[in-house]
Nanobody, 115 residues
Framework: QVQLVESGGGLVQPGGSLRLSCEASGIIISINTMNWYRQAPGKQRAFVARITSGDSIYYADSVKGRFTISRDNAKNTVYLQMNSLKPEDTAVYYC?????????WGQGTQVTVSS
């Protein structure tokens, strides 16, 4: 059974940094595409970043140059390093992967950027 568990969210001031973690079980992240999405209050869930099994990396335009996705295969964990955070980055951040036609999501971790 695939399980994704996010952690690392919290309250941070504008300009600050956070590192989110997504620990996976039931899958091997090195051979799967792993994604980060976020959902702000009153908005739809939106793509943030992706790392493929071939190490191709993609970012939403809104986070390019500020966020970095990476993975530690030994720990079966995907990370999202978020720098230069802005109030508009406030959202619940989710980890997502896919096995065939089935999407698997974590429970999410709240990130709040506020002074």
């Amino acid at each position: 059974q695939v399980q994704l568990v996010e952690s690392g969210g919290g309250l941070v001031q504008p300009g600050g940094s956070l590192r989110l973690s997504c620990e996976a079980s039931g899958i091997i992240i090195s051979i799967n595409t792993m994604n980060w999405y976020r959902q702000a209050p009153g908005k739809q869930r939106a793509f943030v970043a992706r790392i493929t099994s071939g190490d191709s990396i993609y970012y939403a335009d809104s986070v390019k140059g500020r966020f970095t996705i990476s993975r530690d295969n030994a720990k079966n964990t995907v990370y999202l390093q978020m720098n230069s955070l802005k109030p508009e980055d406030t959202a619940v951040y989710y980890c997502k992967t896919q096995q065939g036609p089935v999407d698997y999501w974590g429970q999410g971790t709240q990130v709040t950027v506020s002074s």
